[in-house]
C-alpha cells in the first residue's frame, strides 16, 4: 500500500493506492470531496503515517480518452470563467472572479472568487445553470484560499506550502514574528496573499524554547562582563548585547548571565 500527493485542478490531495507499477506523474481519477476529479501524482511516500490526513478513494489509472477528456474540460472551464465575467459585469456585482473548473465527470461547475463583502449572486448562478446545464456552485473564499487555488513561489524560491502541501490554514499571530527577531515590515512577513506568512509558525515553538534562557530587551541585568540594560539579542546563537554606563556595547552569552 502506497500513500500518493496527487495535483488536482482544485488542490492537491492524499490517495491511497495499491500497485507495484505506481510512478510519479502518472495521470490517475480519483473521487475527492467535490467529486470526481482527474490528477497527477506529484509524490510517493512508501509506509508513511498519516492518519491526520484525510485521503481520497483511488478510482483508476487515467486512459488516453480521460486525458483527452480533462484538456477538453481545462479548455471550457476558462471560457466560462470569461462568461462568468462578462455576466458578473451585467449583473454589477462586487465579486472578483479567479477560478473555474469542471469536476471530470462535468457533474459540477466550480466557479471561485473574492469579495469584501457578502454576495447575493442567486440570479447569476440561475443564468450560469441555463447556459452550462450542469450543476453550479459559485465559492466565496478569502485572500489565503486564492494563494492556495492560484499557486506561486514563496520568498524562498519555493512553491508556496498552501498550494505544495498544507491542507488547512493554521492561526499566525504577529509574536511568532517578534520571537524569531524579524523586522516588522510587511514585504518580509507577508506573503503573496497579504497575510502573515504560514511558514512563520513552523519553528515557533524553538524559538519560544530558545528565548526562555535569553533576557528581554530593555532589562537591567547583571553579567560576569559587567551590569547594563539588553539592547539587542540572538536567538539562535543564544547571545545577547548590553550598554553599561560608559556607553559601551558588550556581547555576552546565556552562560554570562548572573540570576
Given at each position: 500500500?502506497?500513500?500518493?500527493?496527487?495535483?488536482?485542478?482544485?488542490?492537491?490531495?492524499?490517495?491511497?493506492?495499491?500497485?507495484?507499477?505506481?510512478?510519479?506523474?502518472?495521470?490517475?481519477?480519483?473521487?475527492?470531496?467535490?467529486?470526481?476529479?482527474?490528477?497527477?501524482?506529484?509524490?510517493?511516500?512508501?509506509?508513511?503515517?498519516?492518519?491526520?490526513?484525510?485521503t481520497c478513494k483511488f478510482i483508476r489509472f487515467a486512459s488516453i480518452k480521460d486525458i483527452n477528456k480533462n484538456k477538453k474540460n481545462r479548455i471550457d472551464s476558462q471560457k466560462a470563467l470569461i462568461k462568468c465575467r462578462e455576466l458578473i459585469k451585467?449583473?454589477?456585482?462586487?465579486?472578483?472572479?479567479?477560478?473555474?473548473?469542471?469536476?471530470?465527470?462535468?457533474?459540477?461547475?466550480?466557479?471561485?472568487?473574492?469579495?469584501?463583502?457578502?454576495?447575493?449572486?442567486?440570479?447569476?448562478?440561475?443564468?450560469?445553470?441555463?447556459?452550462?446545464?450542469?450543476?453550479?456552485?459559485?465559492?466565496?473564499?478569502?485572500?489565503?484560499?486564492?494563494?492556495?487555488?492560484?499557486?506561486?513561489?514563496?520568498?524562498?524560491?519555493?512553491?508556496?506550502?498552501?498550494?505544495?502541501?498544507?491542507?488547512?490554514?493554521?492561526?499566525?499571530?504577529?509574536?511568532?514574528?517578534?520571537?524569531?527577531?524579524?523586522?516588522?515590515?510587511?514585504?518580509?512577513?507577508?506573503?503573496?496573499?497579504?497575510?502573515?506568512?504560514?511558514?512563520?509558525?513552523?519553528?515557533?515553538?524553538?524559538?519560544?524554547?530558545?528565548?526562555?534562557?535569553?533576557?528581554?530587551?530593555?532589562?537591567?541585568?547583571?553579567?560576569?562582563?559587567?551590569?547594563?540594560?539588553?539592547?539587542?539579542?540572538?536567538?539562535?546563537k543564544q547571545k545577547f548585547s548590553i550598554i553599561n554606563n560608559n556607553k559601551e556595547i558588550i556581547e555576552c552569552d546565556v552562560n554570562d548571565s548572573i540570576k
Amino acid at each position: 500500500m502506497s500513500i500518493v500527493m496527487v495535483k488536482t485542478e482544485n488542490e492537491n490531495v492524499y490517495v491511497n493506492i495499491k500497485n507495484s507499477d505506481l510512478k510519479e506523474h502518472s495521470n490517475i481519477i480519483v473521487e475527492t470531496d467535490i467529486g470526481m476529479e482527474f490528477g497527477i501524482i506529484n509524490k510517493t511516500y512508501n509506509n508513511l503515517n498519516r492518519k491526520s490526513t484525510n485521503t481520497c478513494k483511488f478510482i483508476r489509472f487515467a486512459s488516453i480518452k480521460d486525458i483527452n477528456k480533462n484538456k477538453k474540460n481545462r479548455i471550457d472551464s476558462q471560457k466560462a470563467l470569461i462568461k462568468c465575467r462578462e455576466l458578473i459585469k451585467k449583473y454589477k456585482l462586487n465579486m472578483k472572479l479567479f477560478s473555474a473548473y469542471y469536476t471530470f465527470d462535468r457533474d459540477k461547475l466550480i466557479f471561485k472568487f473574492t469579495s469584501e463583502d457578502r454576495v447575493d449572486f442567486r440570479d447569476l448562478a440561475k443564468e450560469l445553470a441555463n447556459i452550462y446545464h450542469t450543476r453550479i456552485e459559485l465559492k466565496q473564499v478569502g485572500v489565503r484560499d486564492k494563494a492556495k487555488d492560484i499557486g506561486g513561489c514563496g520568498q524562498c524560491g519555493r512553491e508556496l506550502c498552501c498550494k505544495g502541501f498544507l491542507r488547512e490554514f493554521n492561526s499566525v499571530s504577529i509574536n511568532m514574528a517578534k520571537n524569531q527577531n524579524i523586522a516588522l515590515n510587511p514585504n518580509k512577513i507577508n506573503g503573496i496573499c497579504g497575510r502573515l506568512l504560514c511558514c512563520l509558525k513552523y519553528e515557533d515553538s524553538c524559538y519560544k524554547e530558545c528565548l526562555k534562557n535569553l533576557p528581554k530587551i530593555g532589562k537591567n541585568i547583571k553579567t560576569k562582563k559587567g551590569e547594563g540594560k539588553v539592547v539587542n539579542i540572538d536567538v539562535l546563537k543564544q547571545k545577547f548585547s548590553i550598554i553599561n554606563n560608559n556607553k559601551e556595547i558588550i556581547e555576552c552569552d546565556v552562560n554570562d548571565s548572573i540570576k
